[in-house]
């Protein structure tokens, strides 16, 4: 069976890394009976630039007629000063409204390797195995945002709305991901102050029967956020809304080290998924040859995992990421002061190798 992939390099190092994950995903093709099509579009600044507009019609249209996307990362200083329509990240979020990705997940997982690259003490990061299942189009951001002047000064408001049947389309996400995993679900709220986290946990309770094998705990968000330091591998998946999610995706992503290892997803209903790495465009260090492409060779590894459930063939791609870091592969961002340095096309190398 033929799988259509849209391929969106976008900006800076995206393109380098995205080439790197499509290796992969071309060595997985080889290694079964599966075919991958890749179809590539634009997206952000190279959108801008090439067709005036930073998610055109035909990259929309592209991802809609495919069964995954890949997206590399977008921005950059050149297209920093354009206007707010005009800008490259706006793509991201059209694309993301646009299909319907209303879940986030993100994996943080510890590679042995690299456990001294976590500013966290080893033994608290060294089983650290983590999705956070993030809300993505709901919550505060999504609210009514204003200002008015009362007896004069300004008031500012932002409203919280959350509905039963978004909290049940990604809860039933949270409960289908622990699944694949150990099992295991925290949702993590403020229940004592917040009615729509009160709504949040009655639902999240109600869904439980309907998953009698998963564990699932609730969490007040601020303690979430100190056992993420204190005790992280204590969580399996963290199921959250839109707000809290962003703050703690940030602070997890710091347990294990470089932004560069550190994948993502973001899925709908139905419809496609899209796979990217967390990191930027990083211009800084694009067109060199010297990124890390393990953070979108996972990424290709989730696009198998989440978007066509090929598991065997996703665990293989993790599995060949730890052989290529046991073998001693460092890009610039995870080397030792006195180790050696791959390059971007080395350690996709030495991935590809370490899966056949
Ligand atoms: P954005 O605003 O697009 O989310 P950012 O500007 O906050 O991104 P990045 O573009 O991710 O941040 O870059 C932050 C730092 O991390 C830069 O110094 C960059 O070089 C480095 N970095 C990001 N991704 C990688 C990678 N894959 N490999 C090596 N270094 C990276
Ligand atoms: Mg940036």
Not at 156 to 161: E, P, Q, R
Not at 245 to 262: H, N, P, R, V
Not at 284 to 310: C, H, R, T, V, W
């Given at each position: 069976?033929?799988?259509?992939?849209?391929?969106?390099?976008?900006?800076?190092?995206?393109?380098?890394?995205?080439?790197?994950?499509?290796?992969?995903?071309?060595?997985?093709?080889?290694?079964?009976?599966?075919?991958?099509?890749?179809?590539?579009?634009?997206?952000?600044?190279?959108?801008?630039?090439?067709?005036?507009d930073p998610?055109?019609?035909?990259?929309?249209?592209?991802?809609?007629?495919?069964?995954?996307?890949?997206?590399?990362?977008?921005?950059?200083?050149?297209?920093?000063?354009?206007?707010?329509?005009?800008?490259?990240?706006?793509?991201?979020?059209?694309?993301?409204?646009?299909?319907?990705?209303?879940?986030?997940?993100?994996?943080?997982?510890?590679?042995?390797?690299?456990?001294?690259?976590?500013?966290?003490?080893?033994?608290?990061?060294?089983?650290?195995?983590?999705?956070?299942?993030?809300?993505?189009?709901?919550?505060?951001?999504?609210?009514?945002?204003?200002?008015?002047?009362?007896?004069?000064?300004?008031?500012?408001?932002?409203?919280?709305?959350?509905?039963?049947?978004?909290?049940?389309?990604?809860?039933?996400?949270?409960?289908?991901?622990?699944?694949?995993?150990?099992?295991?679900?925290?949702?993590?709220?403020?229940?004592?102050?917040?009615?729509?986290?009160?709504?949040?946990?009655?639902?999240?309770?109600?869904?439980?029967?309907?998953?009698?094998?998963?564990?699932?705990?609730?969490?007040?968000?601020?303690?979430?956020?100190?056992?993420?330091?204190h005790g992280?591998?204590?969580?399996?998946?963290?199921?959250?809304?839109?707000?809290?999610?962003?703050?703690?995706?940030?602070?997890?992503?710091?347990?294990?080290?470089?932004?560069?290892?550190?994948?993502?997803?973001?899925?709908?209903?139905?419809?496609?998924?899209?796979?990217?790495?967390?990191?930027?465009?990083?211009?800084?260090?694009?067109?060199?040859?010297?990124?890390?492409?393990?953070?979108?060779?996972?990424?290709?590894?989730?696009?198998?995992?989440?978007?066509?459930?090929m598991e065997?063939?996703?665990?293989?791609?993790?599995?060949?990421?730890?052989?290529?870091?046991?073998?001693?592969?460092?890009?610039?961002?995870?080397?030792?002061?006195?180790?050696?340095?791959?390059?971007?096309?080395?350690?996709?190398?030495?991935?590809?190798?370490?899966?056949?």
């Amino acid at each position: 069976m033929v799988k259509k992939i849209a391929v969106l390099p976008g900006d800076g190092i995206g393109p380098e890394v995205t080439e790197a994950a499509v290796h992969i995903l071309k060595a997985v093709a080889k290694n079964t009976n599966q075919q991958f099509e890749f179809h590539y579009g634009n997206i952000g600044g190279v959108a801008i630039d090439e067709e005036g507009d930073p998610f055109p019609s035909s990259t929309e249209e592209l991802c809609k007629s495919s069964d995954a996307v890949l997206l590399g990362a977008v921005g950059g200083p050149k297209w920093d000063q354009n206007e707010p329509a005009l800008r490259p990240e706006k793509g991201l979020l059209a694309m993301r409204k646009n299909l319907g990705l209303f879940a986030n997940l993100r994996p943080v997982k510890a590679y042995g390797p690299l456990l001294d690259s976590s500013p966290l003490k080893r033994e608290v990061v060294e089983d650290v195995d983590v999705l956070i299942m993030r809300e993505l189009t709901g919550g505060i951001y999504f609210g009514k945002h204003e200002r008015e002047q009362v007896n004069g000064e300004w008031q500012a408001l932002d409203t919280l709305t959350y509905s039963e049947s978004e909290i049940t389309r990604i809860a039933k996400k949270a409960f289908e991901a622990a699944k694949l995993r150990d099992q295991r679900v925290v949702s993590v709220d403020k229940a004592n102050v917040l009615e729509s986290s009160r709504l949040w946990r009655e639902v999240v309770d109600r869904m439980k029967t309907d998953y009698p094998d998963i564990t699932v705990e609730h969490m007040l968000v601020d303690n979430a956020a100190m056992q993420l330091i204190h005790g992280p591998s204590q969580f399996d998946v963290i199921l959250t809304e839109n707000m809290f999610g962003d703050i703690l995706s940030d602070e997890a992503s710091m347990l294990t080290g470089s932004l560069g290892l550190l994948p993502s997803a973001s899925l709908g209903d139905q419809g496609v998924g899209l796979f990217e790495p967390i990191h930027g465009s990083a211009p800084d260090i694009s067109g060199q040859n010297i990124a890390n492409p393990l953070a979108a060779i996972a990424s290709a590894a989730m696009l198998l995992k989440y978007g066509f459930e090929m598991e065997d063939e996703a665990k293989a791609i993790d599995d060949a990421i730890l052989k290529a870091l046991e073998a001693g592969y460092r890009t610039k961002d995870i080397a030792t002061e006195q180790g050696a340095v791959s390059t971007t096309t080395e350690m996709t190398e030495a991935v590809i190798k370490a899966l056949r």
